[in-house]
């Protein structure tokens, strides 16, 4: 295997919590010699929070848009604002 592949091969086993805790030191002594190790793996941390967090957006639309084919959407009158300014914070905060 090409040795970028393995890079993010070991890269990826480390962030999903599948390497053997004997490697730990190793893989710290590493990304202090390594500074491009540590960006590798902080870039590679932030792609996954960053589809952990697209995944939960969709979601949220998704249920959503059920909810309101089964429900309807509240438009009128207090309860109407507050459902809209909640969906608007939901879909941009999560």
Do not use: C
Request: charged share 30%; hydrophobic share 35%; glycine share 6%.
């Amino acid at each position: 295997m090409r040795p970028e592949l393995e890079r993010l091969q070991r890269i990826e086993r480390h962030l999903r919590g599948e390497s053997q805790p004997a490697d730990a030191p190793d893989w710290n002594v590493q990304l202090l010699l390594d500074p491009d190790l540590r960006a590798d793996a902080e870039a590679q941390q932030l792609l996954y929070q960053g589809l952990y967090s697209a995944g939960r957006r969709q979601l949220r639309r998704e249920l959503t848009a059920i909810h309101n084919r089964l429900y309807g959407t509240p438009r009128s009158g207090w309860f109407g604002k507050f459902y809209d300014y909640y969906k608007y914070l939901t879909v941009k905060y999560l």
